[in-house]
Each structure stands twice: as C-alpha cells, then as structure tokens.
Nanobody, 127 residues
Framework: QVLLVESGGGLVQAGDSLRLSCLAS????????MGWFRQAPGKEREFVAA????????YYADSVKGRFTISRDNAKNTVYLETNNLKPEDTAVYYC????????????????????WGQGTQVTVSS
C-alpha cells in the first residue's frame, strides 16, 4: 500500500502560482498512475490532472489546461502540480491519488480508479 503526503498549498492572490508536491512511500512509486483532484466546499471531488507511470503522458481537466502542469520524479517518489495564473475558482483542497488500474483518457478521470489518497492540501486564491 502506498502512502501519500501532499504539501505546498497556501493563500495566494489571483494570478499567483503555487507548486504542489506529493511524496509517496511504502510501495513502488513507478508502478502507479498518479492523479491530482480537488474538492471545493459543497462540491464533489473533481479531476484536475494525471500522469502515467513513465511521465510520458499527461491529462488535464479543461478548466486547468494551459495553466497547470503535472510532472513526476520517480527517483524521488514525488509527483508535482505546478499551478500558474491561479483564479478564485481554483480554491479547494487538493488531493493526490495513486492508481494501479487507470490507463487511459477516461479512466484517469474517475475517482474510483484510485486506491490511495493523501490527506489534502488547501489552496485558497483571493481576488
């Protein structure tokens, strides 16, 4: 079982950037597809971005495409989410997640494909 710990959240102004990190431990990191999801108050958890095992394929929600970048360093057991030009509507708790089954455009977007989740990191964007 992989354990995930996010960091890097904070309170920023609109237009600012944040780099979120997710450190994995307890299992072979490179076997997992990694995803980032977010959940705003009163809303369902939604897909943000995902990256395949090698880092060669990335997937994004339309709402963040062109502003967010997901990457991974398998030597450091870490996945990153670079968030640029943040908007107030990006305010949410951001979660990283690991999947051993997800493998395509649709499946990486489903929360049910992910078996391990971090505790989340809060991102608050003021206008």
């Amino acid at each position: 079982q992989v354990l995930l710990v996010e960091s890097g959240g904070g309170l920023v102004q609109a237009g600012d950037s944040l780099r979120l990190s997710c450190l994995a431990s307890g299992s072979a990191f490179s076997v997992y597809v990694m995803g980032w999801f977010r959940q705003a108050p009163g809303k369902e958890r939604e897909f943000v971005a995902a990256i395949n095992r090698s880092g060669g394929n990335t997937y994004y929600a339309d709402s963040v495409k062109g502003r967010f970048t997901i990457s991974r360093d398998n030597a450091k057991n870490t996945v990153y989410l670079e968030t640029n030009n943040l908007k107030p509507e990006d305010t949410a708790v951001y979660y990283c997640a690991a999947s051993s089954t997800a493998g395509g455009f649709l499946s990486v977007r489903r929360t049910t494909e992910y078996s391990a989740w971090g505790q989340g990191t809060q991102v608050t964007v003021s206008s």
